[in-house]
């Protein structure tokens, strides 16, 4: 196994373990926690590689082409975050099966 994959499943198991364990502490419908937990986890994953580009390229636009970003947006861009197909996932079965 690989560790994109090792890391997708482990993903959708801490996110299954924990959106029991709110549901059933604080007595709410599993899908209504899963649904929260894992539009929350999307959001937060999503955007992991994007932001600091943004702002590199609005300081490199700042000083008319002047400055030099420090990254390669293209290589950190085509980079998939396993934590953020095992969200889209852990929501897409919530919706197919609650």
Do not use: D, W
Request: hydrophobic fraction near 55%; charged fraction near 10%.
């Amino acid at each position: 196994m690989n560790k994109f994959s090792l890391k997708f499943i482990l993903g959708v198991i801490i996110l299954f373990a924990t959106a029991l364990l709110v549901s059933i502490i604080f007595n709410f419908s599993f899908a209504n926690v899963s649904f929260v937990i894992g539009g929350f986890c999307c959001f937060a994953t999503a955007g992991s590689q994007v932001f600091p580009h943004m702002s590199e390229a609005n300081a490199s636009t700042r000083t008319l082409g002047g400055y030099v970003p420090r990254t390669k947006f293209e290589e950190k861009l085509s980079n998939f975050n396993p934590f953020f197909f095992s969200s889209c996932l852990f929501i897409v079965v919530i919706f197919i099966f609650f």
